[in-house]
C-alpha cells in the first residue's frame, strides 16, 4: 500500500494513463447499459402493438450502440496521446543526453 501511496504523491510516473483507461471502460459500460435500455424499449414497443417503432428500434440499436463505441474509443485515444507525448518526449531527452556525452542532466534545461 506504501508504494501506491508513493506513486501517487511522487510525480516520478504519470497516473492519467491508468484514470483514461478507467474512464473508458466506464464509458464503455454506460453505453453497453443503454444500448440493452433500448433494445428493451423496443421489444416493449412490439409487445405494445407498434410494430414500426420496435423495428426501426432493433435495427438501430446495434448500429448507434457501435458507433458510440467507436467515438469513445476515438476520445480516449486523444487523451492518451497527450500522456503518451509526454513520455516520449521524456526519452528524447535522455537519448539527446546520450548523444552529447552528458552524463547529467543540464540544471539550465527544463525538466519533462
Not at 423496443?42 to 420496435?54: D, E
Amino acid at each position: 500500500m506504501s508504494s501506491f501511496l508513493q506513486r501517487l504523491l511522487s510525480f516520478d510516473r504519470l497516473i492519467g494513463p491508468t484514470l483514461v483507461k478507467l474512464v473508458y471502460y466506464f464509458g464503455a459500460a454506460v453505453i453497453a447499459i443503454a444500448a440493452i435500455g433500448a433494445l428493451l424499449t423496443a421489444v416493449f414497443s412490439l409487445v405494445g402493438g407498434n410494430f414500426g417503432l420496435g423495428l426501426m428500434q432493433l435495427l438501430a440499436v446495434p448500429a448507434v450502440g457501435a458507433v458510440a463505441l467507436i467515438y469513445w474509443r476515438f476520445l480516449c485515444e486523444l487523451f492518451m496521446l497527450a500522456f503518451l507525448g509526454y513520455e516520449r518526449l521524456g526519452q528524447v531527452r535522455d537519448l539527446m543526453r546520450i548523444a552529447t556525452g552528458q552524463s547529467e542532466p543540464d540544471p539550465n534545461h527544463p525538466a519533462f
